[in-house]
């Protein structure tokens, strides 16, 4: 883990992926397990910390007979209760990429919202860390932003996932391991 880093907030994003009823909640049709809620309060806290023109959300939103659903099962079809970002971290002014893949970048105006606003780093947390976090970081690192991944602020279905999902994020995209106690935004 890094010691502290320095986060310039104008040129910063906070990415937050799928933080989503279906992926947070119990009773969520793909529940990512107990390590979601350990997130939820650092991810609330790092939201507190930079302007809301900087905070974006992504939401997994799927038709009703998406083919993923052959991989994953039913989950975040949208405009349904699943689908919604969780009632800890839901921000009705906040940016929202709705997205059919793993990759918040894949078919969305990410990048181009990004770009307008002037945003060259990433800071992303949510679920889940070695699927849809590690997809988006991989597509933010080929377009050029640098990322930033609070590992105490992503969760994945296994320890052993969590663990290759950082591992990448470090070592072949070069982004940044740290905790959330660690980025000073100044």
Same mark, same amino acid.
């Given at each position: @883990? +890094?010691?502290?880093?320095?986060?310039?907030? %104008?040129?910063?994003?906070?990415?937050?992926?799928? @933080?989503?009823?279906?992926?947070?909640?119990?009773?969520?049709? !793909?529940?990512?397990?107990? =390590?979601? /809620? %350990?997130?939820?309060?650092?991810?609330?806290?790092?939201? %507190?910390?930079?302007?809301?023109?900087?905070?974006? &959300?992504?939401? $997994?939103?799927?038709?009703?007979?998406?083919?993923? &659903?052959?991989?994953?099962?039913?989950?975040?079809?949208?405009?349904?209760?699943?689908?919604?970002? #969780? *009632?800890? !971290? &839901?921000?009705?002014? +906040?940016?929202?990429?709705?997205?059919?893949?793993?990759?918040?970048? &894949?078919?969305?105006? !990410? $990048?181009?919202?990004?770009?307008?606003?002037?945003?060259?780093?990433? #800071?992303?947390?949510?679920?889940?860390?070695?699927?849809?976090? !590690?997809?988006? =970081?991989? *597509?933010?690192?080929?377009?050029?932003?640098?990322?930033?991944?609070?590992? *105490?602020?992503?969760? =994945?279905?296994? *320890?052993? /996932?969590?663990?290759?999902?950082?591992?990448?994020?470090?070592?072949?995209?070069?982004?940044?391991?740290?905790?959330?106690?660690? #980025?000073?935004?100044?």
């Amino acid at each position: @883990m +890094a010691e502290k880093v320095v986060v310039n907030p %104008e040129e910063s994003a906070l990415v937050v992926i799928d @933080m989503q009823k279906d992926f947070c909640y119990e009773d969520g049709a !793909l529940f990512v397990g107990d =390590a979601v /809620e %350990e997130i939820i309060l650092r991810i609330k806290a790092l939201i %507190e910390k930079v302007t809301r023109k900087n905070l974006i &959300f992504t939401q $997994d939103w799927h038709s009703s007979d998406d083919e993923e &659903f052959d991989v994953w099962g039913r989950h975040c079809i949208r405009d349904t209760k699943g689908a919604e970002i #969780i *009632d800890e !971290l &839901f921000l009705k002014e +906040a940016y929202a990429v709705k997205k059919q893949k793993y990759s918040a970048f &894949f078919g969305t105006d !990410l $990048d181009l919202h990004l770009k307008e606003k002037g945003i060259r780093s990433l #800071i992303i947390v949510g679920v889940v860390t070695n699927i849809c976090v !590690l997809h988006t =970081a991989i *597509d933010a690192s080929l377009r050029g932003y640098e990322i930033m991944v609070p590992g *105490d602020c992503v969760a =994945a279905l296994s *320890d052993y /996932e969590q663990e290759y999902g950082l591992r990448h994020i470090k070592c072949v995209l070069k982004g940044t391991i740290t905790s959330s106690g660690n #980025i000073v935004f100044s």
